[in-house]
């Protein structure tokens, strides 16, 4: 059995409505979203397009666009929306007592490809 | 068999329901003891809210009376608190004694959460759980002229201030987050209910976060993040439960975020133990609404009476009980891949419908105005059947259902002549038709006979099917683009919307509207955002989470995802402190580029975004603000060097140029605006290409606009010509605002005037003095509150959002 890991990342009105906060890890940056909805997501912080930051991005539904070239992305599943091809890891997330946690299990290790 | 001792710990709705199904089916098996901890026996909580607003008499919510207790031959400690449990003795420690068990039950429920701030303790803060609270409430109402502030906007909240407001209090409402209930509702239902609250005097305040309940002796006022302070004669504090778990714990049972039970509600630690209610987990869930509690206890009535059967969680729906906010929520409405969303508004109802379809089964709805229906979708629901068939028509209600197809010209064709088309302005369908056959052949001929759809707009859809009914094959729909794909609208009409009908929000633009996503997307937000505050600057907010990067950082995003800051430069003026200070930040922050704008300004290129607020505080000191060079707002004014140095130079025009950027900088506009002022005709500042270019000459100033040198080239036209720097100014302000009203989103002004035409922008800029003024005024008002240095306003505010909100690359293990 696996153990999973899950880090505290602070309270959930730390990230802005439908906005995002960065956590740098060894596998790059994720970008952890809070939608209108108050459900929250993590994913990648880097476009497959050409590496945009997706936390900068204007969220809209489940879904962010990209501040580069406007590829939106689903934030449940990571795929591209519309004609656009392209996936992003996405990762688990909790909120409990209004605080965000992010499983950081894999994000952790250096070696991961 | 001889009865067994059962003790039940805490008197509430779900400990009454299991009594009542365990005396049914298991008559004389069990000698009860009952402990509660409020001096009283079981009455149907959820029926407080109508105690509160009067509607209804604690006798008429009490469920179970002395009588049936007796008949029952349950053996009541009412007032007396459970302090402990014995499990190796098998006893129960209440307040006044023992009481052995062979089982035992806890109900114990809920306790509310209070948020810990300084206060909290005072006189006159309470929650709102029980009847002790509801008094206390209802006391505070009796003091004419007393103010409630009710902190939390949640289903509990919501009961407590209208029932407050029903008793004549004046009541404000504080919420955390951006619209009510957000747990139930989406943001177009919230807006709606915040709406109907309103409507009733209830004040409620968004994203207001409560920093201090501040008195002496007692409460006397509620002090914000912000700095906003409101009165208090009474605070209800409503921000949500928590399991109540003291016996549980101490009792050294498993508690996760509640007693954990299995699907037997047996505790998972101690087989002759049981929970039930709200005190409880199961399989990772915890329950805040009756519905479940009920299932629970039937099930824990069979556990104790030796028959098999199983707990399980099923579908909820919300509905608030306020009299006259008609509102229902059930199932999972979060947008989502695979997921499908069927939007109805009708917006002079003000009604929301909203269902959510994955695979091809209902698995969410919510509904604000007309509820009617949603006994029928919540069955839908539950029952998870396959709704292709009648996707089409299914948000419709079941009245439509298996019926034909409805065909809204047939519809339209059979309207009296009599029949209201556009409420604004009064006109029916028999005056659309006259026009219509008098030879108005398009939506704009009919809007400028009839003025029909000329105001708020809504009704431009109806119009248009009146022509299509009266012309037949001769009409042709208008190919106008709506916005984006999320209404019907342009956006001219959306503008005319926001105008004509006050619309001072997001979703109450997305409401009238009809938009058919639930909040919009990063084509149309931006869009909205800027409309509204253009048009309501005062009673709109800003929403930074509409805007591109750009705006919302406050500085240039580049291709590797760094940023690009540029301070201003006053009319290209600069001074030696000045370019120290840039230099110094250059080194400072390891700056790749440092570049000479095309804007008479200097750039600095590839700055990481965390640096960004330590970047600005250090331009800031040196007396520098943001150069606004990613914005849709005013970007730079060149000037030349004019009379000051210029042998040719006619005016100030370094002076003029200062003077109006200091005028206009920090303004938002529908695209980026430029302007240029020029000493003399030779034009060294090429005015003659600018949104606004300003040329000097002996005899006062010559004011271009529409010029066009990025993709487009164009020479600025004429607007007018001024005799002072005052009335240049004048003008150039009063064109900007004018452009600001009127455009189109991302049209730059040359653009625009190509749709309106240089007359018609005279007509108002130049030759209309009130008009003029008017439009000055209305500039002015908006600096007053969009004229500030963002970059200080975030160093100040919110430099912690510039920073990830954690970083575990520096701890990684190897
Ligand atoms: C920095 C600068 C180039 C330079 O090194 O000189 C520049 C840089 C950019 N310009 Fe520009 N423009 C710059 C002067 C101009 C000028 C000349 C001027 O202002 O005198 C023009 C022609 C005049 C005009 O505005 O039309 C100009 C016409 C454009 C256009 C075309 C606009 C149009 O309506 O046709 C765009 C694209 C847009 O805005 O949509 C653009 C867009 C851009 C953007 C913002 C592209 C983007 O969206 O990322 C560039 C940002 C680079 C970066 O990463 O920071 N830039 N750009 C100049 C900044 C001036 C300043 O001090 O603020
Ligand atoms: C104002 C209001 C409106 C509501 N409206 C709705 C609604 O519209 N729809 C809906 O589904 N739900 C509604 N609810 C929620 C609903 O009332 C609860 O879900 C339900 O009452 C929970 O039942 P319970 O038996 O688990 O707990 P409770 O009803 O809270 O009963 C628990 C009892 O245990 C007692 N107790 C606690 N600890 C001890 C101890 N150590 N010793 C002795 N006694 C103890 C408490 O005093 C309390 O009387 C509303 C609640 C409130 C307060
Ligand atoms: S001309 Fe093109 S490449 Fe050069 S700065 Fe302007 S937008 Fe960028
Ligand atoms: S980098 Fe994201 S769309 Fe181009």
């Known amino acids: 059995m696996t153990n999973i890991e899950w880090l505290d990342l602070g309270l959930l009105s730390d990230i802005p409505f439908r906005g995002a906060r960065k956590v740098k890890t060894p596998q790059g940056c994720v970008a952890v979203f809070r939608t209108a909805d108050d459900a929250v997501f993590a994913v990648s912080d880097s476009c497959p397009h050409k590496a945009g930051p997706l936390s900068e991005g204007i969220v809209h539904g489940n879904k962010v666009t990209c501040p580069l070239h406007n590829w939106v992305f689903s934030l449940e599943t990571g795929e591209a929306q519309g004609a656009d091809d392209g996936q992003i890891p996405t990762y688990p997330t909790r909120v409990e007592d209004d605080r965000v946690f992010l499983d950081v299990t894999l994000l952790r290790r250096r070696d991961v490809a | 068999m001889a009865p067994q001792k059962l003790v039940v710990i805490g008197t509430g709705m779900a400990s009454g329901r299991l009594l009542e199904h365990l005396f049914e089916i298991a008559p004389g098996a069990y000698e009860v003891t009952l402990f509660n901890a409020e001096p009283r026996g079981c009455y149907n909580r959820i029926m407080l809210s109508p105690v509160l607003s009067g509607e209804k008499s604690f006798q008429e919510i009490v469920t179970h009376d002395e009588a049936w207790y007796e008949d029952h031959g349950v053996t009541c400690r009412f007032g007396e608190r459970v302090t402990a449990v014995d499990r190796d003795r098998k006893v129960v420690v209440g307040e006044k004694g ?164 299995n699907a037997q509600m047996e505790s998972v630690s101690d087989p002759d133990i049981y929970g039930l209610g709200e005190c409880v987990e199961f399989d990772g869930a915890v329950f805040g609404l009756v519905a479940p509690l009920y299932d629970q206890a039937k099930v824990l009535a069979k ?58 089964r209902l698995i969410g709805a919510v509904f604000y105005g007309d509820t009617a229906d949603s006994n029928w979708f919540f069955g839908l629901i539950q029952t998870g059947e396959d709704i292709s068939a009648n996707r089409d028509t299914l948000i419709f209600g079941p009245a439509y259902q298996g019926g034909a197809s409805v065909d809204p010209l047939a519809a339209v064709a059979a309207l009296p002549d009599e029949a209201e088309i556009c409420g604004c302005n009064g006109v029916c369908k028999g005056q659309i038709v006259t026009a219509i056959e008098n030879g108005a052949s398009d939506l704009a001929a009919v809007r400028a006979v009839t003025k029909a759809s000329g105001s708020c707009g809504t009704c431009t859809g109806l119009v248009e099917q009146v022509l299509a009914v009266t012309l037949g094959d001769e009409f042709s729909m208008p190919a106008e683009q709506p916005m984006c794909g999320c209404t019907d609208l342009t956006h001219e009409d959306v503008r005319r919307l926001i105008k004509g009908q006050e619309l001072k929000s997001m979703p109450a633009v997305w409401q009238a509207g009809a938009w058919k996503t639930p909040d919009g997307c990063h084509s149309c937000r931006p869009a909205l955002n800027f409309y509204l505050l253009a048009d309501w600057p005062v009673e709109y907010k800003d929403d930074p989470q509409s805007r591109f990067i750009n705006e919302r950082k406050h500085a240039n995003i580049q291709k590797d995802g760094t940023f690009s800051v540029m301070p201003r430069m006053w009319g290209g003026i600069t001074t030696p402190d000045e370019l120290r200070a840039i230099a110094d930040a250059a080194d400072k922050y390891k700056v790749p580029t440092v570049k000479v704008t095309g804007g008479q300004r200097i750039d600095l290129l590839g700055i990481k975004g965390e640096d960004l607020p330590a970047i600005w505080a250090d331009l800031n000191a040196a007396g520098m603000v943001s150069g606004h060079a990613y914005s849709k707002g005013l970007r730079t004014v060149k000037t030349c060097v004019g009379t000051d140095h210029c042998r040719f130079g006619t005016q100030d025009s370094t002076g003029l140029g200062i003077k109006l950027e200091k005028a206009l900088w920090g303004s938002w506009t529908p695209h ?14 090429e005015a003659t290409c600018k949104d606004v270019g300003v040329i000097c000459v002996d005899s006062g100033y010559q004011i271009g606009v529409g010029g066009a040198a990025g993709m487009d080239l164009k020479e600025t036209e004429r607007l007018a010509d001024a005799k002072t720097e005052e009335e240049a100014i004048e003008l150039a302000i009063a064109f900007i605002q004018l452009y600001r009203e009127n455009a189109r989103y991302l049209d730059r002004p040359y653009k625009w005037l190509g749709k309106v035409g240089l007359p018609w922008v005279k007509a108002r800029v130049v030759d209309d003095l009130a008009e003029r003024r008017r439009l000055v005024d209305a500039f002015l008002l908006s600096q007053t509150i969009y004229q500030k240095d963002p970059w200080a306003e975030h160093v100040r505010e919110q430099a912690e959002r510039y920073a990830p909100i954690a970083d575990i690359t520096l701890e990684a293990a190897e």
Do not use: W
């Not at chain 2, 201090?212 to 993040?225: F, N, R």
């Not at chain 2, 069927?342 to 003000?350: K, S």
């Not at chain 2, 980026?672 to 500042?685: D, Q, T």
């Open chain 2, 98 to 261: 023992e009481v052995a068990y062979d089982k035992l039950v806890i109900a114990t429920g809920s306790a509310p959460f209070i948020i810990p701030v300084p206060g909290k303790d005072l006189k006159g803060v309470v929650a709102y759980r029980d009847l002790e609270d509801t008094n206390a409430m209802i006391e505070a109402a009796g003091n004419p002229g007393s103010r409630a502030v009710v902190i939390g906007g949640g289903l509990l909240g919501l009961e407590a201030a209208a029932g407050l407001r029903l008793r004549g209090m004046e009541v404000t409402v504080l919420h955390l987050m951006g619209h009510l209930m957000e747990r139930q509702l989406d943001a177009s239902a919230g807006h709606l209910l915040k709406q109907d609250l309103e409507r009733r005097g209830i004040e409620v305040m968004l994203q207001a976060s409560t920093q201090e309940i501040t008195g002496t002796g007692k409460v006397e006022a509620v002090k914000l993040a912000d700095g906003t302070e409101l009165k208090a004669d009474i605070v209800v504090m409503a921000v949500g439960i928590r399991p109540e778990t003291t016996v549980a714990k101490a009792a050294g049972l498993e508690v996760g975020r509640g007693m954990v039970v």
């Open chain 2, 303 to 360: 556990t104790l009476a030796g028959e098999a059967d199983a707990f399980t969680v099923r579908q909820l729906s919300t509905k608030l009980k306020v009299t006259g906010c008609d509102l229902f929520s059930a199932g999972d409405f979060n947008d989502g891949e695979g997921r499908q969303d069927i939007v109805f508004r009708d917006p002079a109802r003000g009604v929301y419908k909203r269902l959510v379809i994955e695979n091809d």
């Open chain 2, 672 to 685: 980026k605006v430029k302007l240029a002022v020029s000493g003399c005709p030779r034009n060294c500042a």
